[in-house]
C-alpha cells in the first residue's frame, strides 16, 4: 500500500500552515514598507516642483501604502485562520468510552463488553463462506497478510466469491491504535484508496456508527469491482465487491455490511 507519512488534513498540519501565512504576510508587509520608502517621500523640490507640491505628493503616497499595508494584513490573516485542522481519528469519531470488543474466535467476552465484531452470516445476497470454502480462498490470496481479520462471502453474481471483507480494530491490530492517535481519518481514507489505485472515489453516508464511508472503483482483469471503506476511531475496514455495478449501490452494501458485522449495543 502507497502511505503517506504526511498528513494535510490534521491539526498540527493546518497550525504550521497558519503560522507559515502569518510570516509571509509579515514579510510582505515588510517589503512594502521598505521598497517603497523612496517613493514615498516624493521628489526633490526644484523649480518645476514647489516644496508645497512636494510635500502634498509625499502625503498622498503615503496614505496610498497605509491604505495597502492593511488590506495585506486582513489578506494574509484570513488566510491563516481559514486554516482547519482535523482531529485524529481516536478523538474524531469516539467508538465507546472504554471499547471491548469480541474477537472473531469466540472467546467469551466481558459483562461490560458493548461491542462486537465479526463478519455478518449474510448481507443481502452474500452469503458467508467457511470451512473449506473459505480456506481454499484465503490460499489463493497472494500478498501480505492482512491487518485484521479476513472473510470472504459468495455474491449474486457468477463469480466464486462476490465479496472480501477485511476488518481492523485498534484492539487486534497494535499499528491502527497508533496511527489513530496521530492521523485523521481523511488521511487513512486516502492511503486505502490510492494504495489500491482506486479511481472516481466518492464519499457516502457512514451510518450511525460515524465516521468515514467512501467508495471508489478498482481495474481487474476479471472485471471492475468495487472497492469501499470506512473508519472510526476504533475500527479501519473495507470491502471488494465484485458483483456491484454502481457506487451508491456498493455503499449501500457496505453499510450493510458494516452495521452486520460491527454489532453496539
Given at each position: ?256 455490511f458494516r452495521s452486520g458485522s460491527d454489532k453496539r449495543d
Amino acid at each position: 500500500m502507497i502511505t503517506s507519512s504526511i498528513d494535510p488534513d490534521s491539526q498540527s498540519f493546518a497550525a504550521g500552515q497558519a503560522i507559515g501565512a502569518l510570516l509571509v504576510t509579515a514579510v510582505a508587509v515588510a517589503v512594502i514598507r521598505v521598497t517603497t520608502k523612496a517613493w514615498r517621500r516624493g521628489p526633490v523640490p526644484t523649480g518645476a516642483v514647489t516644496a508645497e507640491q512636494a510635500v502634498a505628493l509625499a502625503i498622498r503616497r503615503e496614505n496610498i501604502v497605509r491604505g495597502v499595508l492593511p488590506a495585506v494584513a486582513a489578506a494574509g490573516l484570513i488566510r491563516a485562520f481559514s486554516y482547519e485542522g482535523e482531529p485524529p481519528a481516536a478523538e474524531a469519531a469516539p467508538v465507546l468510552q472504554a471499547p471491548a470488543v469480541q474477537a472473531p474466535s469466540g472467546a467469551a467476552a466481558s459483562p461490560e463488553t458493548e461491542r462486537a465484531v465479526d463478519a455478518a452470516p449474510r448481507v443481502g445476497g452474500y452469503r458467508l463462506l467457511s470451512g473449506a470454502e473459505a480456506t481454499e480462498y484465503e490460499q489463493m490470496t497472494s500478498g501480505k497478510e492482512p491487518s485484521g481479520e479476513r472473510w470472504f462471502h459468495d455474491g449474486p453474481g457468477e463469480g466464486p466469491v462476490g465479496a472480501v471483507l477485511q476488518i481492523g480494530t485498534v484492539e487486534w491490530v497494535a499499528e491502527s491504535a497508533e496511527a489513530n492517535r496521530s492521523h485523521t481519518m481523511a488521511h487513512e481514507m486516502r492511503n486505502v484508496f490510492a494504495g489500491a489505485r482506486a479511481t472516481e472515489v466518492a464519499a457516502f453516508e457512514a451510518g450511525p456508527w460515524g465516521g468515514r464511508l467512501s467508495c471508489g472503483s478498482m481495474a481487474s482483469a476479471t472485471g471492475r469491482p468495487i472497492l469501499c471503506a470506512w473508519t472510526d476511531s476504533g475500527t479501519s475496514a473495507r470491502v471488494m465487491l465484485a458483483d456491484e455495478e454502481s457506487l451508491s449501490g456498493a455503499a449501500e452494501i457496505a453499510l450493510r455490511f458494516r452495521s452486520g458485522s460491527d454489532k453496539r449495543d
